[in-house]
């Protein structure tokens, strides 16, 4: 009995981990449809704002990410302060059993309901009779249970390869393009620049080599793209911080475009994709030594890139 099979968690940054639950919850049962149910914002930022995590994406790409691992839907559950002080069985009631599931598949160490009081066996209690219940043992990275955590340690070091390693893709920082000070043109450097949102991780301040993908199905120029064409992904020289050699205060991730001075990106929805650090943020003396810099970074983005 039952009409789908569903998983839950939080899935921040769905890692490897995260997609062989989903794999795990297809293969038992490859006809009924997968449900994701995930929590946002993320639990603890509600429940104990100080220790919040930084997340490595956005709700939006954490859907799109769900998707492409397999799932059929995903369930967005608003979490406030009256979601969390549900008993488990409220739990159960009002968010599983409206989902008809055969099958509810979650790691070994779940819980939920107020103070997470409810665990694997609560649950199986609650299902009895009703659905079955998968206590995943947790999937381990390089003998870590899970990576989330050492993603987010890498990301701060700048280590965007180690990131990469445990994500089982580069990391992604997802934004709208911004206007700047409109200086980057002046010193032949055109960026195309990202706020950086206070709950959002983003590589550590520096310079890093990597990719720029347009998202709304426009070329360079605003154009609309061919049908069926792929989105336009363009090398990237990429710059996180705050200008500190102008002073600047808010955090950014700007984008130079190798070889284009022609691009129009204001407005457009684009993702940085970060593949190699080059090096840390300098306070200049003037802009003759910042440019001079930047010529060197772009010929090591080359290099770094496969691209010389
Ligand atoms: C490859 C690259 C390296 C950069 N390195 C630095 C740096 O070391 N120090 C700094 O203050 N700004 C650095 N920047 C940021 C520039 O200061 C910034 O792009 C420029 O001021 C243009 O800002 P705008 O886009 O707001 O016009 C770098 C930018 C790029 C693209
Ligand atoms: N090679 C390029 N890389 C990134 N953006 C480019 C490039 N060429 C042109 N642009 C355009 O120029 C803008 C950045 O120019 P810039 O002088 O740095 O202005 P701003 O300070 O407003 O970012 C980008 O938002 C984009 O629309």
Not at 264 to 277: N, S, W
Request: proline share 7%; with cysteine.
């Amino acid at each position: 009995m039952g009409s789908s099979i569903v998983v839950i968690g939080n899935f921040d940054g769905v890692h490897p981990g995260h997609r062989a639950v989903l794999a795990e919850a297809r293969r038992r049962d490859p006809e009924l449809p997968l449900v994701v149910v995930t929590f946002w914002p993320h639990p603890v930022s509600v429940l104990r704002p100080e220790a919040a995590p930084l997340l490595l994406t956005s709700l939006e790409a954490r859907i799109e990410h769900l998707s492409a691992a397999g799932a059929d839907r995903v369930e967005v559950i608003d979490f406030t302060p009256e979601f969390a002080s549900w008993t488990p069985a409220e739990f159960v009631e009002r968010v599983l059993m409206p989902l008809a599931p055969k099958v509810v598949v979650v790691g070994e160490n779940f819980r939920f309901g107020h103070r997470a009081v409810g665990n694997l066996d609560t649950l199986r209690e609650l299902a009895a009779g009703r659905f079955e219940v998968d206590g995943l043992p947790l999937v381990k990275f390089r003998d870590e249970d899970t990576c989330s955590t050492r993603i987010r340690e890498a990301l701060a070091a700048g280590d965007v390869e180690h990131a990469a390693e445990h994500l089982g893709r580069p990391f992604c920082f997802r934004g709208v393009v911004s206007h700047g000070d409109r200086r980057g043109r002046e010193l032949g450097f055109p960026t195309a620049n990202l706020p950086v949102p206070a709950n959002l991780a983003c590589p550590a301040d520096g310079v890093y080599a990597g990719f720029l993908t347009r998202r709304d199905g426009l070329d360079g120029r605003g154009e609309q793209l061919a049908e069926g064409a792929p989105s336009p992904r363009w090398p990237a020289a990429i710059s996180v911080g705050t200008n500190p050699t102008f002073g600047g205060l808010s955090r950014r991730v700007e984008s130079y475009v190798l070889d284009r001075d022609d691009l129009e990106l204001y407005d457009a929805p684009v993702t940085v994709e970060f593949v190699a650090r080059i090096r840390g943020q300098v306070k200049f003396d003037g802009i003759a030594g910042l440019i001079e810099q930047m010529h060197t970074d772009v010929a090591d983005c080359r290099r770094l890139l496969g691209l010389s």
